[in-house]
């Protein structure tokens, strides 16, 4: 990322253990960011109101309004916002949800530092893909779903359809080759921007929410199929 670029990129960091969130402020501030630092979620909700942002960081713990609440009225209100949770849950169950929620990646605390800025560098990296793609033209037809990848929107059989920014880019890295199997890894540097050796069950995640909107039986997939010890395959 060009750090000399007139634009500082800003960040919404939402952590409540000061213990934390100083040290993260300073060290993404010495890699040139922009950071707003609140322990509220409340407040993030008022700022991200208020202020533009190109990423968010949200700790899951917080008091009066927890970090799956503010990610849930963030996303309902910006679908291209990227969105990294922090948390010490480690179960599968609040991973899930969190990313269901609209969460674009998360990590479990503790984690280490340097994961944490490559993470973010890609992340906001991805913000100006989106801005200077140029997204086709012509939406694609899944599962009996019209998509509209430039407006992350579909409608089909169940009704309307908001993708968030990834699950678009994840989409649309699947169906620009059909019948190809991607590695996680692949699907990892073509979407995320990591590279394979980062550790991440995210690309599963994002999968699954892919086989809740576009599939008829989502634990039968018919469209977006894993094949064991190799990877995803989208089937028209």
């Not at 560098?121 to 430039?150: K, S």
Request: proline residues 6%; negative net charge.
């Amino acid at each position: 990322m060009n750090r000399e670029q007139t634009h500082r990129p800003r960040i919404l960091l939402v952590e409540d253990e000061l213990n934390l969130a100083r040290p993260l402020q300073f060290n993404l501030e010495q890699e040139g960011y922009e950071v707003l630092s609140t322990p509220s979620g409340k407040e993030a909700l008022a700022l991200h109101d208020r202020e533009p942002f190109d990423l968010i960081i949200l700790d899951l713990m917080l008091e009066e309004v927890d970090g799956f609440e503010v990610a849930r009225q963030i996303r309902q209100r910006d679908q291209r916002l990227p969105i990294l949770m922090l948390t010490a849950r480690s179960t599968a169950e609040d991973r899930v949800y969190g990313l269901e929620l609209g969460a674009d990646d998360y990590m479990i605390k503790p984690f280490h530092l340097r994961e944490l800025l490559l993470r973010v560098e890609r992340m906001i990296e991805r913000t100006t893909w989106f801005a200077d793609e140029e997204h086709p033209t012509q939406p694609i037809m899944i599962g009996g779903y019209r998509v509209d990848l430039e407006t992350f929107s579909a409608e089909g059989p169940r009704g309307p359809l908001q993708l968030t920014a990834l699950e678009a880019e994840l989409l649309k890295a699947l169906t620009s080759q059909p019948n190809h199997v991607f590695s996680r890894g692949e699907l990892l540097e073509k979407v995320w921007g990591y590279h394979s050796e980062v550790e991440t069950r995210t690309v599963d995640n994002f999968i699954v929410r892919l086989r809740k909107y576009f599939e008829e039986e989502p634990d039968q997939p018919r469209h977006f199929v894993s094949l064991r010890g190799r990877g995803y395959m989208y089937i028209p």
